[in-house]
């Protein structure tokens, strides 16, 4: 029996027999959509870039020599340097690190979040649910930068006040999707046999409600992903963000826009990364979505 | 009854929203690090200065009383002074936001006249060449800043090819020349009769808009791709085909009025985004609009101004929002339950 054959095994005979067959069949999906597959590479390229920055960058992201300023790309200078002489590339390649770690944290805020909000209020239904989803449909239909942005202003700039304003304007998206799953099962007959063994409510929302709301909310995620480094960006232009002299790709932008007309490259590079890592979320979450949500597949 | 009990519904879920809206941004007025009794009565004043000041601005009242008073103060149009420039914030969001106005009007008319053709092209071309241009159009919607495009933008088409005009809303020598009636300058140039400051305030708002048009017609573009797919899947359009019935004709008249209800949601929708969009691409094009005075706000930690426009952009977008989506129910008699 091969390895194949024991993942594609019909009756497998361990639960993690079972958990490899289904990632298998998932992986095995995704690698015939040649889109998601680029979305993957791009992905998997910003977490590389990101983990090896200081090997990869040729020069210091914060040290320049002011005597080599707004040089223009060349082959000692591939994205040129900026007004301080630092070397734009080794910045771009170290501000992989700030852009994951500001979409890996809002995310870990909050998906779990509106995961939690949702499978509750669609669990318990009632006042609990009116309560929670009013609470929520107030917090979406509010425009999502205009409420980042304020919440910074009280905050007061920084990544970490940068990351919480975009996970608090964030969450409810999930939280609707989480519900919307809930009450497609929440009458199935698994959960009157769970509540049959004497099972606490926080068991079953915890241990079978939610694992079953989780594919719908890591696609919804990933799709958001580049929506949230679009924000995170736009905050860190807006000099709200990540502060100097991090190598954050918005305020490099921002930095770069005083020389934009002569010095086009110091604004336009950074812009490029923001692009390619955005578009791959895009592109392998609409992958995602295909393999694991059949149901919204888009047409054509 | 039954007719009434709808819009009531409306005009609640909408009053609920507009007071969460005004939740969010007292809570966030008193998360502010700053004292707001020590920023009147300096960090050296005595304890009974401070506690008498502290009374008289109110802040000693349960939050809940505090809340109440600010709700009516915003209901009656009062949103505090500006510290920077020391007029009422309300007065100063009135001033600005027809500029704002006017850009996403204009960004979201390119948006429907270009978007929705493509979408329709793209839905009876699907999988040839112009469907995979439509829909690379629409991955960079999502996938560019605004901001990032405005200053490519700027290069190429303002410094280089010199094909319009720069930052700002019109040349420096004709600021002021034209009377504020409406506060939209390409009509109260075209009321004035003076066709030279119309021309500078086209070839200045043309960019921004056609920037922020371009998110819009992605989206929409792409929307209106999916509900013509869906149309021209039904049976009533194969026994059109059957009849002989002319292609185009089966396009717009068969397939694409049963979405165009659909569409103004989609088009609600991505207005609203737009004058959210315009934060930054104002702050780009230094255009003096709701956005740009946001963000000198939130730069000068000028609370009551951010809270103001934070409060104005939401009430408009929730507006917007809510509004297509009454259009929609009142249009589309499916919806009607």
């Not at chain 1, 999906?29 to 590479?41: E, K, Q, S, T, Y």
């Not at chain 1, 390229?45 to 960058?57: H, K, N």
């Not at chain 1, 949702?118 to 009013?134: H, K, P, Q």
């Not at chain 2, 021209?232 to 185009?248: D, H, M, S």
Request: a neutral charge; proline letters at 5%.
């Amino acid at each position: 029996m091969t390895t194949r054959d024991w993942l594609l095994s019909d009756d497998p005979e361990t639960r993690m027999q079972a958990r490899l067959g289904v990632a298998y069949r998932l992986a095995r999906d995704l690698a015939r959509n040649p889109l998601a597959m680029v979305g993957f590479a791009i992905i998997l390229g910003l977490l590389l870039v990101a983990a090896f920055a200081p090997w990869l960058a040729p020069y210091s992201p914060v040290e320049g020599e002011l005597a080599n300023r707004l040089q223009p790309p060349s082959w000692t200078h591939w994205m040129g340097t900026d007004e301080l002489g630092r070397d734009i590339l080794s910045r771009v390649i170290h501000g992989a690190r700030i852009t994951l770690t500001i979409v890996l944290l809002v995310a870990v805020i909050s998906a779990p979040l509106g995961l939690l909000v949702g499978t509750v209020a669609g669990y318990f239904g009632g006042w609990v649910d009116r309560v929670l989803m009013g609470l929520t449909d107030i917090f979406l239909s509010l425009p999502r930068l205009v409420l980042a942005l304020a919440f910074v202003a009280a905050l007061g700039p920084g990544i970490e006040n940068a990351v919480i304003a975009i996970a608090i304007a964030a969450w409810p998206v999930y939280a609707r999707i989480a519900r919307a799953e809930v009450l497609t099962f929440k009458g199935a007959e698994f959960l009157d046999a769970i509540r049959m063994q004497g099972a606490s409510k926080l068991r079953i929302i915890a241990l079978h409600v939610m694992p079953l709301c989780m594919s719908s909310t890591i696609v919804r995620v990933t799709l958001d992903m580049a929506g949230i480094i679009l924000t995170a960006a736009g905050l860190g232009f807006l000099g709200l963000g990540a502060q100097p002299p991090l190598p954050e790709w918005g305020a490099m932008i921002s930095r770069g826009r005083s020389f934009i007309l002569d010095q086009w490259w110091v604004a336009t590079m950074p812009g490029f990364a923001i692009v390619i890592v955005s578009l791959g979320f895009c592109l392998f979450g609409d992958g995602l979505r295909d393999v694991l949500d059949p149901k919204q597949r888009s047409r054509g | 009854m039954t007719r009434a009990l709808p819009a009531f519904q409306f005009l609640l879920t909408l009053a609920v929203t507009f007071l969460g809206l005004l939740a969010i941004t007292f809570v966030i007025g008193r998360v502010v690090p700053i004292d707001p009794v020590v920023a009147v009565v300096g960090d050296r004043a005595s304890m009974e200065t401070y506690n008498a000041t502290k009374e008289a601005m109110g802040l000693d009242d349960p939050l809940l009383v505090q809340f109440a008073r600010y709700v009516v103060q915003v209901v009656q149009g009062d949103l505090g002074m500006s510290v920077s420039t020391g007029r009422p914030v309300a007065e100063d969001l009135a001033r600005v936001f027809p500029a704002t106005f006017e850009m996403a009007t204009l960004g979201i008319l390119i948006g429907v006249v270009i978007g929705v053709p493509m979408g329709v092209i793209a839905a009876a071309r699907q999988g040839r060449w112009i469907d995979q241009v439509i829909r690379v159009i629409g991955l960079a919607g999502y996938a560019i800043p605004a901001f990032w495009l405005g200053l490519i933008g700027l290069v190429v088409f303002y410094a280089n090819l010199r094909w319009v005009g720069g930052p700002g809303r019109i040349d420096f020598f004709l600021d002021g020349m034209v009377p504020v009636r409406t506060g939209l300058l390409l009509v109260d140039s075209a009321i004035d009769g003076n066709w030279e400051a119309f021309a500078s305030a086209f070839s200045h708002i043309v960019l921004p808009s056609f920037i922020l048009g371009f998110f819009a017609l992605a989206y929409i573009a792409r929307m209106t791709r999916s509900f013509m797919l869906e149309q021209l899947g039904q049976e009533f359009i194969t026994t059109a085909r059957v009849k002989g019935v002319p292609e185009r004709l089966i396009l717009w008249r068969h397939a694409f009025r049963p979405i165009r209800v659909q569409l103004i949601t989609v088009i609600g929708l991505s207005y609203a985004g737009l004058l959210e969009g315009s934060v930054m691409i104002e702050t780009v094009f230094s255009w003096p609009g709701i956005g740009n005075y946001l963000t000198t706000a939130l730069l000068n930690a000028d609370m009551n101004a951010v809270l103001g426009a934070t409060l104005v952009i939401g009430a408009v977008f929730v507006g917007i929002n809510k509004g297509s989506d009454a259009l929609y129910r009142v249009l589309d008699p499916r919806a009607r339950t």
